[in-house]
């Protein structure tokens, strides 16, 4: 009997599992295009991708800070504040641009509303890696929290 309950839930588990399996392959992709149009509106400055890549609405990012004292903290910015402060910078040099680079180094799916994704960017001398949580609202994936730091 309990051989027969193991085979029959071996079978429900493969028969759900092609589907789940479309479902988060089609999130990963959508999650890498959210983190690509983060990356592109970054460094053409481009208010339009940066919108497309971030809860404009409610999310935040991680600011590292150093207080008077000398320690180290971090204190909340908000995307409705500093993505349009991202998008009115001046443009970066064509080879800036030219050797600018992405690595996404992982991308976790953690269920069907959120994500995890780390990412090392290097945009003219600076190297940042991101933690990016991710949630998918009204069916697109948008970056909801960020902290960084720059090496």
Not at 93 to 106: C, F, N, S, T
Not at 116 to 132: N, T
Request: one cysteine or more; hydrophobic letters at 40%.
């Amino acid at each position: 009997m309990k051989a027969i309950c193991c085979l029959i839930t071996c079978i429900a588990v493969l028969s759900v599992s092609p589907g789940h399996a479309q479902e988060k392959s089609d999130d990963l992709a959508l999650v890498k295009a959210s983190v690509e149009n983060y990356f592109q509106g970054y460094i053409h400055r481009d208010l339009t991708r940066l919108e497309l890549a971030f809860d404009t609405e409610n999310g935040t990012m991680k600011l590292p800070l150093t207080t008077e004292a000398g320690e180290e903290g971090f204190e909340n910015g908000y995307f409705k504040e500093i993505i349009p402060k991202w998008g009115a910078r001046d443009k970066l040099p064509q080879e800036v641009l030219d050797q600018a680079q992405l690595e996404v180094q992982r991308i976790d799916i953690v269920s069907a509303k959120m994500a995890v994704a780390v990412i090392r960017m290097e945009v003219g001398d600076k190297v940042y890696v991101d933690v990016l949580s991710l949630q998918k609202m009204n069916e697109q994936w948008k970056i909801t929290n960020k902290m960084y730091i720059a090496l």
